[in-house]
């Protein structure tokens, strides 16, 4: 079985939260109100330490002046991001 590469949880972590961040989305906040579990925020997490597109994302971070509707284009997260964002 082949195991797969998974990045850095530290900034994948970081990573994550900056995009919900960028989206209108506090993580924390989710949890308090019950959309969002400590599961599920480490699925995330996970599902970000081992996406190919960090480079990307990181780019994408980087340009965004306010707020931002959708998330980075092929973010692993992306449909969870936005649903979560409709709280806000």
């Given at each position: 079985?082949?195991?797969?590469?998974?990045?850095?949880?530290?900034?994948?972590f970081w990573?994550?939260?900056?995009?919900?961040?960028?989206?209108?989305?506090?993580?924390?906040?989710?949890?308090?109100?019950?959309?969002?579990?400590?599961?599920?925020?480490?699925?995330?997490?996970?599902a970000?330490?081992?996406?190919?597109?960090?480079?990307?994302?990181?780019?994408?971070?980087?340009?965004?002046?306010?707020?931002?509707?959708?998330?980075?284009?092929?973010?692993?997260?992306?449909?969870?991001?936005?649903?979560?964002?409709?709280?806000?």
């Amino acid at each position: 079985m082949k195991t797969q590469h998974r990045g850095d949880p530290g900034l994948h972590f970081w990573l994550t939260r900056s995009v919900a961040k960028v989206m209108g989305v506090s993580l924390s906040e989710e949890m308090a109100h019950d959309r969002l579990t400590a599961q599920g925020y480490a699925a995330m997490v996970t599902a970000c330490r081992e996406c190919a597109l960090v480079a990307s994302c990181q780019g994408w971070l980087g340009d965004q002046k306010g707020f931002a509707k959708t998330p980075p284009p092929g973010c692993v997260n992306g449909d969870i991001m936005q649903n979560l964002a409709r709280h806000h």
